[in-house]
Nanobody, 123 residues
Framework: QVQLVESGGGLVQAGGSLRLSCLASGGTFNRLNMGWFRQAPGNERELVAAISSTGVTNYGDSVKGRITISRDNAKNTVHLQMNSLKHEDTAVYYC?????????????????WGQGTQVTVSS
């Protein structure tokens, strides 16, 4: 059983930056494919970024060029560096993990989820 704990959310002004972190436990981290998703009220959960066990990355169209996902296998942690934040980035951000092979962009393909962390961008 994999447990995921997110941290780093908060309130930031438009144009600012935040760095989210997700600490994983209970599994072999370097074999996990990881993802960050977000969900705003009334919206479906959508991909922010994903990173495979081998470091291949994929980004949602709305965040490309502003957000970077990375992983530190020595610390069982995946990070999400968010720059040039916009009001429309406001959402609950979730860390997710899957043990199946390959990177994935849809939430249904992830088995493990964190509790989420709120990101609020004031305009």
């Amino acid at each position: 059983q994999v447990q995921l704990v997110e941290s780093g959310g908060g309130l930031v002004q438009a144009g600012g930056s935040l760095r989210l972190s997700c600490l994983a436990s209970g599994g072999t981290f370097n074999r996990l494919n990881m993802g960050w998703f977000r969900q705003a009220p009334g919206n479906e959960r959508e991909l922010v970024a994903a990173i495979s066990s081998t470091g291949v990355t994929n980004y949602g169209d709305s965040v490309k060029g502003r957000i970077t996902i990375s992983r530190d296998n020595a610390k069982n942690t995946v990070h999400l560096q968010m720059n040039s934040l916009k009001h429309e980035d406001t959402a609950v951000y979730y860390c997710a993990a899957r043990q199946s092979w390959g990177i994935a962009s849809t939430p249904q393909l992830y088995m493990y989820w964190g509790q989420g962390t709120q990101v609020t961008v004031s305009s």
